[in-house]
Each structure stands twice: as structure tokens, then as C-alpha cells.
């Protein structure tokens, strides 16, 4: 597979081509330095409004499904997200019309038409309101965890921002946030699968000519403020309690950071590790549990997420917190981190077959500056040893790192018992 780094489109625009000459599709997908994290609290959420603007059509294409349709017609859908550090936009399409769609990605991406504006607010409403209660009060557990973490700090803003915001948000506003985030300084393409490199190349320069250099968005990064663990207790109408424990992690750049991704798939790969074993097939007190480590370029997030009876919550926070315990004492044991390694080597390979896949993995590492492949991925974690597990377990499982957020229904007794069990964590 002969990848083609370091390529740059004359207006500035960073290519990344990956030939996949076995497979069946090809893949364009734009990264985008945009996203909550750069957001105020008065623009909270227009990154995400905008995403859903650019899906309105262009000048020739006068509606949004005038725009569907000129996607769809050539074999594949579009699709768009908005995260905490960045967006993005991919379509994966027959080779033989790939040219074709990477025009349509040039023209939605870079002169979209911004019309039927008070329809797709009213879109983003219904979806905000998901995650509201009947007063307008947030119970999306991962949103009051982030939000109490970060405190006022952008990190600890929502995606989709509130209705508040979302009233606000005016075609100058979106227009000058497009003028800003959607440029060259500020975004990476990857170009992936059965496809001709000198060809792509040539039709990317042409889509993607209109896009201006602008300037590199920045970043503040959060206070580290924090001295004790932090608890919330929401209250809610609801047949569970949701609860997330999330702990300050490290950046995507930190020397500790392959030996937090091993911690998190010793946690969290697959039914038989330690999650899912001990709370669900040993204990039975949950359907689910899962782990998450999500890094970006300034700090980053561990987080455990359960749902369980309410009477039983306290039971499993306090399992969770046994759990992490004894990582940070000793470690996984060999065999768990045998085959946490396994199988990111097969996930590694199995990339190879897909074309989506690859343009993730190669256009996200382009896009935070971490120059590896795949494989020099997997060299990285492979090197973990079960001290570099262990201590990363102690680095990071410590009072003043954690928040513990619980929504749902809690006697005054339970809730009490919770909040006193998140005070002794690490005592």
C-alpha cells in the first residue's frame, strides 16, 4: 500500500491518498478543525448547526434534496458529524463516479446556500430536546459529566449547544463561521480506496480551489483546578439510573498515551474483559457497561458508563470503583494484555478491507499531526508493558481527577450513600 503524505493542494488544502487497489469503493472524507471546543457560550452549538446548513444544498443544487439526490445517484449518502474537536464529511461511492462526488464534497463543503434556515432549526430543536426533561433541565449523562468536569471551560460544553443559542444563530453568523473553520489551515483531506492517484489529485484540486487558506484555529486549554472528586445527582423520571465515572486522562501526544488505550481495552474490549465480566456475567447488575478514552491535542477523558435498577447504583459505582482499584494496585495480568494486543492487530488488519476505515485512520492522524500508519500504530501499543498499564492506572484513577454523575431515581438514603462512597474514592 504506497500511501501518499505530505501532499498539499495549491490554495494549502492537506491531501492524504491511500491506494486500496482490492477493494470495491473509494472514500473521500474532509476533517475539520471546528466543533464545540472552539465555541463561546453565546455561539455554543454552531458548529453543529452549521453541519446541518451545509446539507441545504449549493447554488446548483437548490435543496436539500436536490443535494441528496446528487450524492445518492452516484452510489453513495453523505455523511457529517460534529465533535467536541472536530467535524467531519465523507461519502463512499463507486470508483468509477468517484471523481464526480469529490466535486459534490468541493461544492457542498465550500459554497453551500444556507437556505431553509428556520426549517433546519426547527430539526436541531427536536434533537436538543432529546436530551431535556419536561422543565428543559439536561439529563444526558455524558453532557452533565463533561459539563461538570470542564466547568466553564468549553471542553464541558454540549455538541448541540441549547435552545437559548440555537435561537440566536442568524445566516451572518453561520456565514461567518463557515468563513472561519472552513478552510485550508483548518481541515485535512483523505482520499482512500480503489482510485487513480494523479486523477484524484487533479479532481480535488479543482473541487476544492474555492476554499480559502485562513488561519489555524486555537485552543485554550482547561484549568487543572480540580483538588477533590466532583458529584451530581440528577433527578429524573426514569426505569434506571444512568451512571458515568470519567477521569482527566492524558492528550493524544502524552508519552502515557498507547498505555491508556491498552488500560481502556483491558476494561473495555469485547464481553469477557473486565467491565462487562465482573458487573454483568459475575455479578449480574447490569445489562451494560461500557469504557471510553477519548484524547485530544490538550488533555483527555476516561470514562466508564452504567445503567442500572435504581436501588442497585450504589452497588455498581462502587464495584467500578473496586475495579479501577485494583488496575492501579496491579496492573492487568498477562493474558489480558495479550489479548487486548491481538485484537487491535487484527482490528489493524481487518482496516485493510475497508476503505471508510482507513480514510478515518489516516485523515484523523494528518489532521492532530501524529505521523504514523496502522501498523506503526499497533508497533506503539505492542510495546505496553503491564508496569506501563499499571501505571498509567495510577496516574489517572485518582480523587482529583474524577466526576461521578447519577441520573435517575435515588432515595435521600442512596443518594447519600452514593455521594459519601464518590468522597472515600481513593481513601
Not at 463533561?146 to 435552545?163: F, V
Not at 484524484?200 to 480551489?209: M, N, T
Not at 477523558?301 to 470503583?321: N, Q, S
Request: proline share 5%; aromatic share 6%; with cysteine.
Amino acid at each position: 500500500m504506497l500511501i501518499h503524505h505530505d501532499l498539499v493542494l495549491p490554495n494549502g488544502l492537506p491531501l492524504v491518498i491511500v491506494p486500496q487497489p482490492s477493494v470495491h469503493r473509494a472514500v473521500a472524507a474532509l476533517f475539520l478543525r471546528t466543533g464545540s471546543r472552539f465555541e463561546t457560550a453565546r455561539t455554543n452549538g454552531i458548529s453543529h448547526f452549521l453541519e446541518h446548513m451545509v446539507f441545504r444544498g449549493t447554488k446548483d443544487l437548490p435543496s436539500a434534496h436536490a443535494q441528496a439526490l446528487a450524492f445518492e445517484r452516484l452510489g453513495g449518502t453523505l455523511y457529517a458529524a460534529t465533535y467536541v474537536d472536530h467535524g467531519v464529511m465523507s461519502i463512499s461511492v463507486p470508483p468509477r463516479n468517484f471523481e464526480q462526488v469529490i466535486a459534490l464534497l468541493g461544492e457542498v463543503t465550500t459554497v453551500p446556500r444556507f437556505s431553509d434556515l428556520e426549517i433546519e432549526r426547527g430539526i436541531v430543536r427536536e434533537e436538543i430536546l432529546e436530551d431535556l426533561d419536561d422543565d428543559g433541565r439536561i439529563i444526558d449523562a455524558d453532557n452533565l459529566a463533561r459539563a461538570l468536569m470542564y466547568q466553564e471551560h468549553p471542553l464541558g460544553y454540549t455538541i448541540t449547544g441549547g435552545l437559548d443559542t440555537l435561537a440566536l444563530f442568524d445566516e451572518p453568523m453561520l456565514r461567518a463561521h463557515h468563513a472561519r473553520h472552513y478552510t485550508t489551515s483548518n481541515a485535512v483531506l483523505c482520499l482512500s480506496g480503489n482510485l487513480d492517484p494523479e486523477r484524484v489529485i487533479k479532481a480535488a484540486e479543482r473541487a476544492f480551489a474555492p476554499m480559502p487558506r485562513g488561519s489555524r484555529i486555537s485552543a485554550a486549554p482547561p484549568p487543572n483546578g480540580q483538588k477533590k472528586p466532583r458529584f451530581e445527582f440528577i433527578e429524573n423520571q426514569s426505569s434506571q439510573t444512568e451512571l458515568r465515572v470519567a477521569f482527566r486522562a492524558v492528550s493524544e501526544k502524552d508519552k502515557l498515551e498507547p498505555a491508556v488505550e491498552m488500560l481502556l481495552r483491558v476494561l473495555d474490549d469485547g464481553m469477557s474483559t473486565r467491565l462487562y465480566e465482573r458487573i454483568c456475567d459475575r455479578l449480574g447488575l447490569c445489562y451494560d457497561v461500557s469504557g471510553m478514552f477519548e484524547a485530544y491535542e490538550d488533555d483527555g477523558v476516561v470514562d466508564i458508563a452504567a445503567g442500572a435498577a435504581h436501588e442497585r447504583a450504589t452497588v455498581v459505582l462502587k464495584e467500578i470503583f473496586a475495579l479501577v482499584h485494583e488496575l492501579a494496585s496491579h496492573g492487568p495480568t498477562p493474558e489480558e494484555l495479550d489479548k487486548a494486543k491481538n485484537r487491535h492487530l487484527w482490528s489493524v488488519e481487518a482496516m485493510l478491507d475497508d476503505a471508510d476505515a482507513i480514510a478515518s485512520f489516516y485523515g484523523l492522524a494528518a489532521f492532530a499531526d501524529i505521523a504514523r500508519t496502522p501498523m506503526a500504530r499497533h508497533e506503539e501499543l505492542a510495546s505496553v508493558t503491564i508496569a506501563d498499564v499499571r501505571d498509567a492506572a495510577q496516574r489517572i484513577f485518582r480523587p482529583e481527577r474524577m466526576t461521578t454523575v447519577a441520573v435517575g431515581l435515588l432515595s435521600r438514603a442512596e443518594e447519600g450513600r452514593m455521594e459519601r462512597a464518590v468522597k472515600n474514592f481513593g481513601g
